[in-house]
């Protein structure tokens, strides 16, 4: 088994890789995907959460309210730090068993969005960064996201630093260019990783 990290900024194009990535037969596993299920309605996440934050974090019909949560926690490191200890090591623990779960020939692509935030680049055997230029970044979260540029810069700015994440690579995919260009490179690295095309 070859366990990849991926990661890459927001609106770097992180997310187009990791598709291309399981087309060509790489076990995905999306710590955003993940760390949803943990804190749907019924799970000793959510309870953990409202015990922690309150009642007003949910959304009337029983989910997590997103924004809401978010609001208390996006400039309050002590809140973020408390929400974090309740959901980081529920998303181990299912990206673990998920994990397991695949072939001992698979190839295992964690898709980590604060890889570089959290420390997480020891625990895989390739790190693989998707990279843009800030410029191009932003110019993506303002056009094809429908932020506002303020937001965008302030997501962007609350993410850890190009070099910081550049620092951590094994692999870098250019992604400053239009999608045709990506393809390519994604390809080359599934050689690299030693994963047999199953595309069609």
């Known amino acids: 088994m070859v366990k990849v990290g991926l990661t890459g900024g927001i609106g770097a194009g ?5 598709r291309l990535l399981g087309e060509y ?11 949803r299920e943990v804190v749907a309605p019924g799970t000793p996440g959510l309870a953990a959460i409202v015990a922690e934050f309150g009642p007003d ?64 680049a020891p625990l895989y055997d390739e790190v693989i960064v998707v990279d843009a230029d800030p410029r191009t970044q932003l110019d993506r979260l303002v056009r094809l996201r429908g932020m506002d540029e303020g937001e965008a810069r302030a997501r962007m700015a609350a993410q850890a630093g190009r070099e910081e994440r550049l620092a951590v690579a094994d692999v870098v995919i250019d992604n400053d260019g239009p999608l045709e260009e990506l393809e390519p490179q994604v390809r080359e690295v599934w050689k690299r990783l030693g994963g047999p095309d199953r595309r069609g």
């Open 14 to 18: 992180k997310s187009e890789v990791s």
């Open 25 to 35: 037969g790489a076990v995905i596993i999306d710590a955003d995907v993940i760390a």
């Open 57 to 120: 974090v949910l959304a009337p019909d029983g989910t997590l309210d997103r924004p809401r949560l978010g609001s208390l926690v996006f400039s309050d490191t002590e809140r973020l730090a408390a929400l974090n200890a309740i959901v980081h090591p529920l998303v181990g623990q299912r990206s673990a068993e998920l994990e397991r779960a695949a072939g001992e020939d698979s190839v295992v692509v964690h898709d980590v969005p604060l890889l570089v935030e959290n420390g997480l």
